[in-house]
């Protein structure tokens, strides 16, 4: 039911001085909404308001326009054209036994025939925009030639220019590469064109052509002062004429509706009460499926022969024919007597009806806006409030470096033992390469301990900080980059960006590079002064001028204690050596120094990435917020206008 079926039932009972009051207090209050919404039309997505609260303007002024349309619409091949001719006293639609009428004509008293094409390139939205502007230069708001981006061609009204520019000739190559908006034409008239009025012949509801999917039936449904739906014996009422009446019924309620049967005869065997049994029983059914879309038709509804009618003209002498030209005129002068003597009244009501129509419109469309809007706000704040609880998560996110320290002492525990075996190795070598050659003086001793230490250097070097795969930095650095105290909160996180169809989280960046950590296992040893090593505990006796194999060797030991320690197996007292005392502190403290850079930067890669993920989804959502608060804002007060519009009314 209607929301202002109160208002509408007020309305019926209104005298005329009263409807134009009422009337009136509709174009004040319609133009005060306009004047103070004016800034929705430069807001993105509020064109549509905007465009409504014109509308409403618009129908409210109607009135003053003085004008009056008559809308002809019916199946096709139910004798539209006929009847237009009819009414014009004039050829204006052509007629054939194929569809002729695939585009939409204005027909009007003018002081001469002519045929005027109003052409435009536009898309179908705006078309429907400049048919709408069409018929307010009708109404008198608007200037024919001031529509923007449509084009005006002037001809004779002649039968070849009256089928280029309505019928096309019926070539749907033609038809399909048209932009042909409507057609005018003016002619001297008959009793029904008189006082302004104009008629608007509309193409078959249910043409191949051209129907009710045009759009502009949509518009013209609207603006409609009264409507003739004809139909014949064999065009009557059909679902897609029954669509029509929906969209009047959704569109002009209360515009009124003259039915007109167009009877054909073309069974001539059956009697003469057996075609009026026929021709009732079609009425009835027309009747009924108006009825159902509230349209009444008592005393409204015409049976004509409109064929007769036509050939009456041609044929003067033919009884029967004159007799069903007498009964059109009987029609043109009752509906005449009921349309056009009583326009004030029925233009009256029907301005009301669509201006509170639109009103609805509008209330509809604000409200629906409102709600999509409050729809997206929450969506908005929620999804914002899910970001910021996972942001304050991640940057509480605490890692705890005790395991990982300890895994780092294992690794270089077993390192160091790897170490040492490496060095022994070496002491092994240099042992076999002091036997060559028996007693050596102090240069070449130092050169054998030299070699020793510079070999095992070089060999730990290359196991611990060579670049290859399996080097134990790059082993360190694995262990750092997998590290696990964050993955509950990543899985988490992930969950909830996927259920928001972000992208989700799949890695942090790597660590490359190991601290720059060097050793030189000569500093473990001066072998210089090869009396002096630089671990005191370990003591050389004084060298003599040369040195004896087993004193090399002695010197080789002394330099593998320093390096590797030494274990008192009959005291059980172990001292460390270089590797543990300098190397393996270096090492262990190159890599517990990087687990405290690494860790703020991991925590960080994961808050800079839900930043980007809340940033990108909240800025799909609402681009741009602000312009959003103030559409919301502005959406409000139209619709607290509209409230107080309403209030003002009832």
Known sequence: MSKYKFIEEKVETMSLPELRVFLNILKNKSQELMSTLEIAGRIKDLEIVYKSIQKLTNRAS???????????????????????????HAHVSPTHFLECTVRPSIISKG??????????????????????????????????????????????????????????????????????????????????????????????LDGGYANLDNPIYETISQRADFVIFVQSSNSAISKVSNRFLKLLQENNPKVPVCLLHNVFEAAYWHSEEEKQAVIKAQVEFAENEMGRRNFQLKGSIYSLNLGKVADAASYEGVENLQEEAAKFQEFEKDLYGKVISNSTDIRLRSVIGRTLNQL??????????????????????AAAASFDELLHQANELGYDGGDFRKMVQVYIDDDLKEF???????????????????????????????????DSSAAIKSKFLDSHEHSLVRQYLRKLSNLKDDVSFIEKMNAFLKQKGCMTFESVSQVADFPMVD?????AFDVKNINHPTVPHIGIPNPFGTYSIAEIQHFLKKALECITGIDHTHTG??????????????????????????????????????????????????????????????????????????????
């Open 62 to 88: 109607e009135f003053d326009g003085g004008s009056f349309l008559i809308l002809v619409v019916g199946p096709v091949k139910s004798g539209k054209s006929t009847l237009v001719n009819l009414i014009a």
């Open 111 to 204: 002081q001469e025939e002519s045929i005027t094409s109003i052409f435009s390139t536009a898309d179908k939205v705006k078309k429907l925009e400049q048919f709408d502007s069409v018929i307010d230069s009708l109404r008198g708001f608007e200037k024919l030639e001031n529509i923007p981006e449509i084009g005006i061609e002037k001809k004779e009204l002649n039968d070849i220019n009256l089928d280029a520019c309505v019928s096309l000739a019926l070539e749907e190559s033609v038809i399909n590469a048209d932009h042909t908006l409507v057609t005018s034409i003016t002619t001297s008239g008959g009793e029904l064109l008189k006082d302004n009025i104009f008629l608007v012949d509309m193409p078959g």
């Open 519 to 523: 050793f030189d296992l000569q500093g």
């Open 573 to 650: 007292r172990t001292v460390k050596g270089y590797l543990q005392l300098t190397v393996g502190k270096s090492i262990c403290k190159a890599a517990n120094d990087l687990y405290d850079q690494y860790v703020p930067v991991r925590k960080q890669c994961i808050i800079d990435f839900l930043e980007r993920q809340k940033e990108a989804y909240l800025g799909e959502l609402v681009p741009d917020k602000e312009e959003f608060d103030r559409k919301d804002a502005l959406l409000r007060s139209i619709n607290t206008q509209v409230q107080s519009f309403k209030d003002s009314i009832r």
């Open 360 to 381: 609805e419109k509008l209330d509809n469309s604000v409200s629906d806006l409102i709600g999509k809007q409050k729809a997206i706000d929450e969506e908005y704040r």
């Open 420 to 454: 040492v075996e490496i060095v022994k190795e070496y002491y092994d070598s240099a042992c076999n390469s002091a036997y060559a050659g028996g007693a050596k003086g102090k240069e070449a001793t130092r050169a054998i301990v030299t070699k020793f230490m510079a």
